[in-house]
C-alpha cells in the first residue's frame, strides 16, 4: 500500500537547538497532520495543513504543506527536553479515505 | 473539555479469552476509528464506524471485531486473543473521513 517516507528516523540533539523533520510521497496528498506521541500515551495532533504551501506554527512548532503536494516538514525551534517523544507525520492521498502513517521520527533532547 | 476516552488503559487477558475494549467521544465526530498499534511502529488502522456504517480493512483479522451503539460509544472485541495481539489500541475519531482524526489515551493489552 501507500507508504510515507519519514526522515529522520531518529535525531539526538542539545536543548535549545531547532529540529527539522519530513514527510515525502510518491503521490499526491490533500492533508498532512504531524502528531507527537509520549511513551505510554496516543497521538497527540499538533498541526494539520490542507493546501499546498500552507505554513501554519503552534507556539515553537512550525510545518508546511509542500507546494507539490507530495511532501511537508515540521520544524520545532528552541528546543525542550518535553519535546522528547516519537512525531508522525500522516496525511490522505486522494485514493482513499484510511489515514496513512510515517514511520515516525525519535527525538531525544538533551540538558 | 471535549476529549476521547479510553477504558481500561491496561488490560491483561489470558491466550482465548475474550475481551472488549471501550470508547467513548465528546466531540460528537461521525467517525470513530481502531488502531492497533506495536513497539517502534505507527498506528494499523483496523475498521472505522462512519456513523454506523462498519468499515472494514482488508488485512484485519476475524477475530477482531466492532460494535458502535450510539455516537459516543464505540467497542473493540478480539475473540480469541494470540500472544501476538499484544499491543496499544488506540481509538481515535474525526468529523468526516477526510479530516483531522484525535486519538485517545490508548489501551495496552497484555496476552498472558
Known amino acids: 500500500g501507500q507508504q510515507l517516507n519519514q526522515s529522520p528516523q531518529s535525531m539526538f540533539i542539545q536543548e535549545g537547538e531547532d529540529v527539522s523533520m519530513n514527510c515525502t510521497s510518491s503521490?499526491?496528498?490533500?492533508?498532512w497532520l504531524w502528531y507527537k506521541q509520549d511513551p505510554g500515551e496516543g497521538p497527540v495532533l499538533l498541526i494539520a495543513?490542507?493546501?499546498?504551501?500552507e505554513l501554519t506554527s503552534n507556539g515553537r512548532l512550525t510545518a508546511q504543506f509542500g507546494i507539490t503536494r507530495k511532501d511537508s516538514f515540521l520544524n520545532i525551534s528552541a528546543s525542550i527536553p518535553s519535546d522528547v517523544g516519537i512525531y508522525f507525520c500522516?496525511?490522505?492521498?486522494?485514493?482513499?479515505?484510511?489515514?496513512?502513517f510515517g514511520k515516525g521520527t525519535t527525538l531525544s533532547v538533551s540538558s | 473539555d471535549a476529549m476521547v476516552i479510553q477504558n481500561p488503559r491496561y488490560q491483561v487477558t489470558q491466550f482465548g479469552k475474550p475481551v472488549t475494549l471501550s470508547c467513548s467521544q465528546t466531540?460528537?465526530?461521525?467517525?470513530m476509528y481502531w488502531y492497533q498499534q506495536k513497539s517502534s511502529q505507527a498506528p494499523k488502522l483496523l475498521f472505522h464506524?462512519?456513523?454506523?456504517?462498519?468499515?472494514n480493512e482488508a488485512d484485519t483479522p476475524d477475530n477482531f471485531q466492532s460494535r458502535r451503539p450510539n455516537t459516543s460509544f464505540c467497542f473493540l472485541d478480539i475473540r480469541s486473543p494470540g500472544l501476538g495481539d499484544a499491543a496499544m489500541y488506540l481509538c481515535?475519531?474525526?468529523?468526516?473521513?477526510?479530516?483531522?482524526?484525535?486519538f485517545g489515551p490508548g489501551t495496552r493489552l497484555t496476552v498472558t
Open positions: 481515535a475519531t474525526s468529523r468526516d473521513e477526510h479530516g483531522e482524526q484525535y
Open positions: 503521490s499526491i496528498f490533500n492533508t
Open positions: 495543513l490542507y493546501k499546498a504551501g
Open positions: 500522516a496525511g490522505h492521498n486522494q485514493a482513499g479515505t484510511a489515514l496513512i
Open positions: 466531540l460528537n465526530h461521525n467517525v
Open positions: 464506524y462512519y456513523d454506523k456504517d462498519f468499515n
